[in-house]
């Protein structure tokens, strides 16, 4: 949890107030992991589109992505991972994507830095491998034309907590 915000989520925590996460797409990730770490804290999680676990088809080839593990250590800041405009994987209207394009000012403009990325992916497995640790009450609201965070590919994903 951000330090920030720890205080005051410690003092929410304490006197019982209801408290929910909501999270959108890299935000959901951090929604589920701190629910996983913190189970005490949230009285659920609303999770949209979470970036749990990201499509194969836009990651780049494996042997890229190996290398890329490889030599992550000593270039993390590094922008040169292999990324496309997922922007329009995201929206199904153009128009919205256009919109969004243009309007939204924490659209990132270049390539991520290699250790982003890698830490992104290291996230994402830690938290497919632990999601039999999220015993928080989930909602999950997710477009079924995603390909970026394929609802599809990470039903699986949610299995165990779905089966709950």
Same mark, same amino acid.
């Given at each position: 949890? #951000? ?7 410690? +003092?929410? %925590? ?5 408290? /929910? #996460?909501?999270? %959108? ?13 913190? @189970?005490?804290? /949230? ?19 494996? $042997? $890229?992505?190996? &290398? ?10 590094? @922008?040169?991972?292999? &990324?496309?405009?997922?922007? +329009?994987?995201? /929206? %199904? +209207?153009?128009? =919205? &994507? +256009?919109? #969004? ?12 830095? !290699? ?6 992916? #290291? ?12 015993? &928080?009450? %989930?909602?999950? !609201? ?11 590919? /990470?039903?699986?994903? =949610? ?6």
């Amino acid at each position: 949890v #951000a330090k920030p915000f720890q205080k005051q989520l410690e +003092d929410a %925590v304490k006197t019982r107030l209801p408290m /929910f #996460a909501w999270g %959108v797409s890299l935000g959901g990730g951090l929604v589920c992991h701190s629910a996983m770490r913190r @189970p005490e804290i /949230f009285d659920g999680a609303i999770l949209v589109s979470p970036m749990v676990k990201v499509d194969e088809a836009i990651k780049p080839p494996k $042997i $890229i992505e190996i &290398t890329f593990r490889k030599i992550g250590s000593w270039m993390p800041k590094a @922008p040169i991972t292999p &990324t496309k405009d997922i922007l +329009d994987k995201c /929206f %199904v +209207d153009k128009t =919205f &994507t +256009d919109f #969004a394009r243009e309007n939204n000012k924490l659209l990132y403009p270049s390539k991520p830095r !290699l250790g982003t990325a890698l830490a992104v992916l #290291a996230a994402q497995d830690w938290i497919c491998d632990h999601m039999e640790d999220l015993k &928080t009450p %989930v909602l999950i !609201l997710h477009g079924k034309h995603d390909e970026v965070t394929s609802m599809w590919k /990470f039903r699986g994903t =949610f299995s165990t907590v779905f089966q709950r």
